[in-house]
Structure formats: structure tokens, C-alpha cells
């Protein structure tokens, strides 16, 4: 059963901005569904209108198989937590709590029952009595949640209710949000801009950008494959290494993909490389991840990459080299907007396959809902220009080594790439895929 439906949901607001544009969302019963960007790209207003708070321009919201978008926000089964707790300081802990339950009505020795049991199971039992200003961060998080639990509401909406606490404190109610949550089998709508809290409690993840919907899926799924550059370059640590490689095709054996000086060779009998060897002559996108890479001897067999470490973070755990390899570097920003490096005005973007492409594209699109979403937001282009060489930004290849290494900046180092595990994309930032996961 779904609890809630958006359908092609758009908001503009009065001076013509468009926060949210034809996002269409399914969230089903019981299941924890997070919504994640960074700031300004309306996820918040999607909350918000769900909640009743914002009406939506053009869409439909459907609750519980029902037209919500005339439904007062009091009538709608919901509760909402802030980000800043919106604890009522006059009231003490227990009667926060057991707000909702008398504007209700609901008696006050079942109401205390109630708020007592709630209380319990968020460890804030023995501060009822105490007022919020008397409560640490944690604790005023913990009674905010109770006081939308103890209404035993359809749906929660939690508008990144952690952002205002510690690392340390944020990844234990992490953990105790998302036990809870699911221990009730409530649905919930969560916001956030930290990927941390996103891929470890969501059951499904919906990432946004400049109000439009880039990909849905599991945590896994969006990181594993994610279905535009953008998704790709917002989620990881360190983020996804995105480089910019030219397609060469020897037909029945292998697809050439060449890195500045250096390539790497994807084989015949790889089931991506159909799709990639569409681009021969043209530039894509390479992506790789951190783990994806090895340090190796120099001589080591297989597709190997050979650069000089630029410097070093040491993390405790690990340390982490940047490596020049020579390649050329594509860049996302926080905002979504992709480039080589800074575009100059007169700078042409990379010519297309014309109808082959179009054919391509079209296919992929019909399989990619990040793709058929992104394409409708209006602001597609080319994520790959050709400013010249002394514009272009040199590739610093991200890869994890022991925690304390025998090498510096400077040290040349060999990297083994394990290119069953390479994400493809063209030049406007969409996958290069076989299918939709």
C-alpha cells in the first residue's frame, strides 16, 4: 500500500522561483524514505507540502489512496519534526510530550500513561519534570520525536532534525531514530543533506537537485549505480574520482579509453561495452571510487594506471594519496553544475553522433527515471568543453592506502582499476548503461 503519492508536483513561488518542478514520488507503507540534496534544492518544500504547509503549484498529493491537496494539515494524519525542536519552554518535558494528546482530549490519566510509556523508550524518562531550557541538545531532540510518536500518526516528516547536534550525538540517534521508526512501522518522509544519515537509515533514497528528482533507489542501489553525474559526485568519501576519457573502438576485442597518456581497456565480452563503444571518437565520463582501486607494483599485469602522489590526508583509519595521472578531471559543484574546468564564453560543447545518439538516448531515457526527470528540468548541458589545455584541471586520482605508508608527495605509485566496477556517463551527465538496474 502506498501512503503517500506525488504526482508531477511542481511549486513556484512568488517571485518565479521554482523550488520543486514535476517531482513524482511513491512512499509506501512502513517504509523510511529519505530525501537528500543540499540546501536549496527543495527538498524541504516537498516536505512541506505533504505537510499542508505549502500548496503545490501543479501536481497532485495523494494520501492514503486520497486528493490531499485541499486537506488542512491538522486533518492530515501527520507529525512533523523540526529542526530547531519547536519545544513550547513554558511546558515541562512530560507536557511537550502530551500536547497533542489534549488538544485531542484525550483524558489526562490515559494521556500520562502515554506519555510516560513514549518517554521510556526514548531514555528520557527521568526528566519529565524539567523544562527544554534545563534539557542538552540530544535530550530536546528525544522529547521533540516523542511528541510526534505520542500522537501514533500515519506519517512522520522529520526536517533535518539532526543538523543542530555533534558528530558523536548525531550518529546515536541516528541509530535510535531509525529503530524506533521502524519498531512503530510508521511511514516517513526524512530530510537531510548529510549522505551519512541518508545511506544508513533510509529503506530508500530520493536525491534532488535544483528541484528536480535525479534518482530513487536503495541505498545501494544509488550509490552502487547511480544514475546521473551528479548522484555520482554527491554520494561517497571521498567523492567518486570523475575523469574525462576519449572512446576508441577495436571491434570484437576491446574499448580503448584513453586518460591523457594513459588507457584503460575494457574487454569485448563486458556487457557495458556495447553501450560505451557508441561513443567511439567521442569524450565521456569515466567514474571510480576509492575502493576500486589498488596500489600495485609497477609491473603488475592488467589495467594499471601510473601517477606521482600530489599529497596525503591522513584519516587515523587510513590514508588517503591524491594522485596526478594526467588525465583531466571533471568537476561537480554543490550546486549540480558540471565542467572540465570554467567554461569560457565562447567555448563549443562536444559534438554528438547526431541521430544515432538521439536513438540512444532515447531508449536509455525510457529505463532511466533519473534521466527522463532531469531532462525535464530544462537544464541540461554539456558537462564536458574544450577551453584549451592550459584551462583544463589535472585528475587527482583518490586512493586509500595503509594508515601510516612508506611514501609521500612525490613518490610515484601504480594503481591496479578494477573495471568491472568503472561507472560510465556522457557528456550530459547521464549513465551509460545497458538498462536500469
Not at 549522505?195 to 536525491?207: F, G, K
Not at 591524491?322 to 553544475?337: K, Q
Not at 528540468?377 to 584541471?393: A, K, T, W
Request: net charge neutral; aromatic share 6%; proline share 6%.
Amino acid at each position: 500500500m502506498t501512503t503517500v503519492a506525488l504526482k508531477d508536483v511542481t511549486k513556484v513561488f512568488p517571485d518565479g522561483t521554482v523550488a520543486v518542478d514535476n517531482v513524482s514520488l511513491d512512499v509506501a507503507d512502513g517504509e523510511f524514505m529519505v530525501l537528500l540534496g543540499p540546501s536549496g534544492c527543495g527538498k524541504s518544500t516537498v516536505l512541506r507540502m505533504v505537510a499542508g504547509l505549502e500548496d503545490p503549484t501543479t501536481g497532485a498529493i495523494v494520501l492514503n489512496g486520497q486528493l490531499a491537496n485541499e486537506l488542512p494539515p491538522r486533518d492530515r494524519g501527520i507529525a512533523m519534526v523540526f529542526q530547531d525542536f519547536a519545544l513550547y519552554p513554558h511546558m515541562t518535558v512530560g507536557e511537550n510530550i502530551g500536547f497533542p494528546l489534549r488538544l485531542s482530549g484525550v483524558e489526562p490519566a490515559p494521556r500520562s500513561e502515554r506519555v510516560a510509556d513514549v518517554a521510556s523508550a526514548l531514555g528520557i524518562g527521568d526528566v519529565l519534570g524539567r523544562r527544554p531550557n534545563q534539557l542538552s541538545g540530544g535530550q530536546r531532540q528525544r522529547v521533540a520525536m516523542g511528541r510526534a510518536i505520542v500522537r501514533r500518526p500515519g506519517l512522520f516528516l522529520m526536517d533535518e532534525p539532526l543538523s543542530n547536534l555533534d558528530s558523536g550525538l548525531r550518529a546515536e540517534l541516528r541509530a535510535e531514530i531509525s529503530g524506533l521508526v521502524r519498531e512503530l512501522g510508521v511511514s516517513t518522509i526524512y530530510v537531510t543533506h548529510d549522505q551519512a544519515e541518508a545511506l544508513t537509515m533510509a529503506d530508500r533514497v530520493a536525491i534532488m537537485r535544483k528541484g528536480v528528482l535525479q534518482d530513487v533507489g536503495t541505498p545501494t542501489q544509488v550509490y552502487g549505480k547511480p544514475a546521473t553525474l551528479y548522484v555520482a559526485a554527491f554520494l561517497g568519501s571521498p567523492r567518486m574520482n570523475l575523469l574525462e576519457a576519449s572512446v576508441y573502438v577495436h571491434l570484437d576485442r576491446y574499448v580503448q579509453l584513453n586518460l591523457g597518456e594513459q588507457s584503460l581497456y575494457l574487454q569485448w565480452n563486458d556487457i557495458r561495452a556495447r553501450a560505451v563503444s557508441h561513443f567511439h571518437g567521442e569524450r565521456i565520463v569515466i567514474g571510480v571510487r576509492a575502493e576500486a582501486l589498488m596500489p600495485v607494483a609497477p609491473d603488475h599485469p592488467g589495467d594499471v594506471l601510473h601517477g606521482r602522489i600530489r599529497y596525503l590526508e591522513h584519516h587515523g583509519h587510513e590514508s588517503l594519496a591524491f594522485v596526478d595521472i594526467g588525465a583531466t578531471a571533471v568537476v561537480v559543484d554543490e550546486v549540480g553544475r558540471a565542467a572540465a574546468e570554467i567554461e569560457e564564453p565562447g567555448a563549443r560543447g562536444l559534438r554528438r553522433l547526431g541521430n544515432v545518439v538521439s536513438r540512444l538516448k532515447g531508449r536509455a531515457n525510457a529505463h532511466n527515471p533519473g534521466t527522463a526527470l532531469a531532462e525535464r528540468s530544462g537544464q541540461r548541458e554539456s558537462v564536458l568543453s574544450d577551453p584549451g589545455r592550459h584551462h583544463r584541471r589535472a585528475a587527482e586520482l583518490a586512493v586509500r592506502l595503509a594508515p601510516y605508508p612508506q611514501v609521500g608527495p612525490g613518490h610515484p605509485l601504480a594503481v591496479a582499476v578494477r573495471m568491472e566496477a568503472l561507472h560510465f556517463f556522457d557528456d550530459r551527465g547521464d549513465r551509460i548503461d545497458v538498462g536500469w538496474r
